[in-house]
């Protein structure tokens, strides 16, 4: 066995420590902000569910739930999955709460798929994310999209496309694949190794794949959109002209078809140009209007989308965008009395001060030091000339003639002169 301090992180996991993590809190609270603008409202599921509710969810025969997912058996012999997606457990709740709708979901989850780890995909990733049940208004659809556009651009992404394109429904979606199928049937030695088994039972798959053979065959065959129906083509085109209205540019992408089984009609995703190759996607989505069924519920139509946040921060790092969130401490309390800071921090702390101290009894020069490394700009000193004066000196710390940016104050101005300092800042 091996030995605990050499216990590390599982392949295709991060940890995510400070100063990185203001960043991930910023992200989260920008979304948080947005949802809510948007009427949307938080919603937090297990981190595993019952197989079947991704199984039937994003699909048996898709390659997230063949290959990727985690799949356990608890000691009740009850066979579980890690989320590989956050989309199917919305649903799932919503079947079971049967909540008024339309039902507005957000949220944040990590996400779990068995992935060869690279640069922007991961074996636990996450997901900010959005879902609407129980419409299927080209308004809610243009919602969704802009959504993820203003989020985008409040994160300070400029570089990003978004690429459109509609799946139909069931029924125009099911006489595309028979002449879809019927095109790769006549060219199926061209198509790559994988695709050449696979194409008969999802023949959708061979649209998404990246392998340039691939890519020659579909190109040359049958595009979905040139066959939808027309209730589909009045759909699509509602939401086309409700985002031109609202000023979000897209790029009709007739390839465009999604990894899992749930999607109809409008599909989209967002490409950061600033990522390279096949991980540049920072969100995708759309609709899923035969999902609540699939997983039992009464027929509701859904949409939504769910945006990887390492991407986001990937993106953002590649396009050189300023910090979102910056945490660092105000005050820093270096007290050589041992009896003075606990009842000063608490009220810096309940007058809303970031503050901190050293623990265990150092000495005052040791006291500094972690002032100093701790980014705090001010610090605040406690000798036994301070407590028996009933003062407290402020120092600026990012001042190197400390002597000239030092004062006494009395302790119950503290506080006060405290804030008015920060504020000043
Ligand atoms: P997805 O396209 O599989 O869709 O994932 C959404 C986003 O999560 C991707 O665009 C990407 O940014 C990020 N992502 C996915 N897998 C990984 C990974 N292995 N490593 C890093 N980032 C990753 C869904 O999951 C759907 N549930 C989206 C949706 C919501 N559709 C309708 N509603």
Redo the contacts with the bound molecule.
Sequence with gaps: MSEPSQFQAPVGTHDVLAPESAQWEGLLSTFADWAHRYGFSLVITPVFEDVGVFNRGIGEASD?ARKEMYVFKDRGDRTYALR????APIVRAFIQHQPTTPFKAWYFTP?F?Y?RPQA????Q?H?L?V?VLGTDDPAVDVEVITLAQRFFEAVGLTRFRLLINSMGHAQCRGAYVELLRAHLEAHVGELCDEHQKTWRENPLRVLDCKNAACIAVTERGPMLIDHLCDDCRAHFDAVLDGLGRLGVASELSPRLV???DY?SRTTF??VADALGGA?N??????R?DGLVEQLGGKPTSG??????V??LLLTREAEGAAALLSRHLDVFVVDTTGDAAAVLLDRLRRAGVASDRAYDHRSMKAQMKVADKSGARLALLIGPQELSAGEVTIRDLRSADFEQHQSRVPDQDVVSTILRLLQAK
């Excluded at 590989?84 to 989309?87: C, D, F, R, S, V």
């Excluded at 949409?303 to 990887?308: E, N, P, R, T, V």
């Design positions: 997230v590989p997606e956050g989309t996400g798929r992935e922007g995909r991961y074996r990733h997901q994310g879902e999604r990894g899992f999607y995703e967002f991980q996607a920072i969100g995708g989505g759309g899923y949409i939504g989308f769910g945006s990887g390492e991407r």
